[in-house]
């Protein structure tokens, strides 16, 4: 059974316990000080929108239109926010209030446009004005500036870039079963990023941001106590392997991604004090992966494929691992029945991107059955993710 709520500060207070007894106390206070507040504003469900006024009837009230078309128009606000990032205003407005002739000289965009826009957005809590032209940014949009602790500019730009054209195939993608992607960009997801050097590098930002976010909330919740050694499979720029090695001075790393991937992640990790106890492979996790490691790391990879694929890549890890070896999957699980869940929305973003999904318990241990894996446990965590660990058979 999932866990939720009170239950997943147990695992957290574990890993306290741990730290205590294991001499890392300031590595976990520096984890839990930087990543922990950014995870609970993330975290938060049902932030208040002013579009979200109760309607007498389906036809809608005299002041808001239908919730039906509310919800169809989301596009509207989704593209409007992803403007306001693409353009930096978060960080114009980041020392204070700012007219919107300020804004539009500071981006070089049209003054009444951008006048129009703050105004729309203003009505969805992401600014606010004071009523004589000036803005400010709120607590919802805090997470649009650049190089913050939750960060979430880059993911807004990619969503508002790459994945907005992709969705516009959703059908497709629901009458054939396959991606949109290649309806949109004439190219497998995967292949159009590796080729085209600015879309690539964007969605690429937007992953390490979103791995500085799951990194909190997987080292406050996952004892790694006893894993000398890790391996990152399809670790991106190295976000969540770099957080562990901090928490855990004796454990040695290995980051494995593909070859530009971990070019970057060379640049980019170079001078970080962990350097020494990680090594950097090149590979594809479909046809190999390295050998013998306590631990087989993959966070948000397995839900990018379909079944058959899914199942290549954690057989690639079974052949690999020793027989007291561990497989850690970072991902959300979908809830049985019709319990609300983020996660339901996200399988069509899996399905229309690269024909991945989201997945089940049931479904998770299905994979790792036809692995050759046995699932020993799930670890829920202080986000809607969960570490799911799994053994040899």
Known sequence: MLANGSSRLVPFLQVLGSSLRNDRLTQFTRVFRNGLSAII???????????????LTSAGSLGEPPPLFQLASGYWTSQAIYVAAKLGIADILKYGERSS???AVATGADESCISRLMRALCVVGVFRTNGEGRFALTGLGKPLQSNVPGSLRAMVITLG?????????LLESVKTGAPAFPHAFGAEMFDYLARENAAGTAF????T????????????????SGVRSIVDVGGGCGTLLTSILLMYPSMRGTLFDIAPVIAAAEQRLKAHPWRERCTMVSGSFLESVPCDFDAYLLSSVIHDWDDERATQILQNCRRS???QSRVLLVEFIVPAGGEKSFSKLLDLNMLVMNGGRERTESE??????????????????????????????
């Open 364 to 393: 998770y241990r299905r994979l790792f059955d036809a692995a050759g894996l046995r699932m020993t446990r799930i670890v829920p965590t202080l986000s809607p993710l969960c570490v799911l660990e799994a053994t040899p058979r």
């Open 41 to 55: 504003g993330q975290a938060r469900k049902n932030v208040p929108s002013r579009l979200a006024f109760p309607v």
């Open 161 to 169: 870039e790459v994945h907005y054209a992709a969705w516009a195939h």
């Open 204 to 207: 690429n930002r937007a992953m």
């Open 209 to 224: 941001d979103y791995s500085a976010l799951s990194s909190c909330a997987v080292l406050l919740s996952y004892d790694f």
């Open 321 to 323: 691992m020793g027989q």
């Open 101 to 103: 002739s300020q804004i």
